[in-house]
């Protein structure tokens, strides 16, 4: 039998402590890299440093790979590895803070809901990535007519959503005579607590205004920022990560040495005292989580977007073009900072210079073509609303058009040398249509504009940024993205 990382040999410590210490007081829906990089490396540097019995039982609600992870997980003892990756050296840490795994093809939607139902569980986490909350992008609230809310509407015992299967763990505790739990979104989604509970909140009076009105006054719904860097595995992450390891860890994770958390402090049942390992709890997050989603997100998606057009595979790649490091400085200093309103004595040059320093890092493989996935999603959060507030104020947003306009080539699904691009996004036929119908630069603009969806109603009516992104639209076109952003900066 081949060695893994709880039976084999291993160059590094592994935890002091067992899964029997453990308590599974958090139900994560949603065991993703990020998750693995984040919370959960979180919670296990407070149990290195405190008698804590907070432990995690790890969720996945998808088929595929989500399931082959939740059985890899089981097959080494709930253990993992994490690389965090400076330019210069990697640290690997074996993370011991998960106690279960779970996932509907091994433990049944019967299986979930219990342990979501459990009187010891005191928080209901999230990494679901933005459609996983099945809301609308402009609006924020719930998409009634998602399939897989139809679903849970009509069978709310065998939910499929993430919103379904806590509506109903929150009903079962109702009808137990339990307290309520802690939903916790740590996604890189605006005021991500509130769009959180908007979906809870929506689908449950969908269901029964009753245990709607229950669950508004026995749960709350933080709002959180969270901050990592943490490309998605490939062959040649685990390997690498394989042979400084000593065995191959299917679960293992890359990542940057840099985190941050900040935490809105309302919790209905409890929590880990993460403050004590680098977590920063707050009364607002919204000012950290602005300044995170427009300026390192934002940013993010500029050069997503852009990049790939212009040939990069990775962010680090694609900044060792200094007219796109350039560009992205100029975008965040310029363009995002001025919309932002922070604490007295936040420095947005040296968090720009930081980031700059980050997307930088060559040790970090973060593709271009992962960071483009979902632009509908992300779009309104990182680019739109900013542009929304310069409009306002009369204020230049060049870099910004040149994001969207990038972001409308992309979704295009060919690259400037006619290769397909495998755009996945919710919305992605409707791109594929208009770009069929419509050949014409403006005419695409305006129709891919017209997404209301996306854009809302008040943008595509604004001739002034139609004719904004229809010229940049148009440069790329006719210039190529590389080009492009050399000229932008003159």
């Given at each position: 039998m081949e060695k893994n990382i709880a039976t084999g040999s291993v160059t590094v410590a592994k935890p002091n402590w067992n899964a029997s210490r453990l308590t599974s007081r958090i139900v994560h829906l949603g065991c993703g890299a990020f998750h693995r990089a984040h919370q959960a490396l979180f919670t296990h540097h407070l149990l290195e440093c405190s008698d804590s019995d907070w432990g995690i039982c790890e969720v996945n609600l998808m088929p595929g790979n989500d399931a082959r992870l939740i059985s890899s997980l089981k097959e080494q003892n709930l253990l993992y590895t994490v690389a965090e990756r400076g330019a210069l050296s990697t640290e690997l840490k074996i993370i011991g803070s998960v106690k279960e795994a779970l996932h509907p093809e091994f433990d049944g939607i019967a299986g979930i809901l219990d342990a979501m139902a459990r009187p010891e569980t005191a928080i209901v986490s999230l990494t679901i990535t933005e459609k996983g909350y099945c809301t609308q992008a402009a609006t924020g609230r719930l998409d009634i007519n998602n399939a897989l809310i139809q679903n849970d509407l009509a069978n709310p015992q065998q939910p499929k959503s993430a919103p379904g299967y806590i509506v109903e763990a929150l009903n079962m505790r109702r009808q137990l005579g339990l307290p309520g739990f802690t939903v916790l979104s740590?996604?890189?989604?605006?005021?991500?607590?509130?769009?959180?509970?908007?979906?809870?909140?929506?689908?449950?009076?969908?269901?029964?205004?009753?245990?709607?009105?229950?669950?508004?006054?026995?749960?709350?719904?933080?709002?959180?920022?969270?901050?990592?860097?943490?490309?998605?595995?490939?062959?040649?992450?685990?390997?690498?990560?394989?042979?400084?390891?000593?065995?191959?860890?299917?679960?293992?994770?890359?990542?940057?040495?840099?985190?941050?958390w900040v935490i809105e402090d309302n919790f209905v049942n409890g929590r880990p005292a993460w403050d004590k390992v680098g977590a920063q709890f707050v009364e607002d997050v919204v000012p950290f989580e602005m300044m995170k989603l427009r300026m390192l997100n934002g940013s993010h998606s500029f050069l997503a977007y852009l990049g790939y057009l212009g040939g990069y595979d990775t962010i680090a790649e694609t900044m060792t073009n200094p007219d796109y490091r350039a560009a992205a400085l100029a975008l965040m200093l310029d363009e995002q900072a001025p919309t932002l309103s922070m604490p007295e004595g936040t420095d947005l040059k040296a968090y720009a210079q930081l980031l700059i320093e980050r997307f930088s890092n060559p040790s970090l493989k973060h593709r271009t073509w992962q960071i483009a996935m979902d632009g509908s999603q992300k779009l309104p959060q990182r680019l739109l609303d900013p542009v929304r507030l310069h409009l306002a104020q009369g204020h230049s947003y060049r870099y910004l058009a040149m994001g969207i306009a990038g972001w409308m080539r992309y979704v295009g699904g060919l690259d400037e040398k006619g290769n397909a691009i495998d755009v996945v996004d919710p919305l992605v036929s409707q791109y594929q249509a208009i770009h069929r119908e419509y050949t014409e630069p403006a005419d695409r603009v305006r129709q891919?504009?017209?997404?209301?969806?996306?854009?809302?109603?008040?943008?595509?009516?604004?001739?002034?940024?139609?004719?904004?992104?229809?010229?940049?639209?148009?440069?790329?076109?006719e210039n190529g993205a590389r080009k492009t952003i050399s000229m932008l900066n003159a």
């Open positions: 740590c996604d890189n989604v605006r005021e991500n607590g509130h769009v959180a509970k908007a979906a809870v909140l929506d689908l449950a009076v969908a269901r029964d205004p009753e245990l709607a009105q229950w669950i508004e006054a026995n749960v709350t719904f933080p709002c959180t920022m969270v901050d990592r860097i943490v490309p998605a595995a490939t062959p040649e992450t685990l390997q690498d990560i394989a042979a400084q390891l000593g065995v191959y860890d299917p679960c293992a994770i890359a990542c940057e040495p840099f985190r941050q891919l504009m017209s997404l209301s969806a996306i854009f809302g109603h008040d943008l595509p009516e604004n001739t002034a940024f139609l004719d904004t992104v229809t010229t940049a639209y148009s440069q790329l076109i």
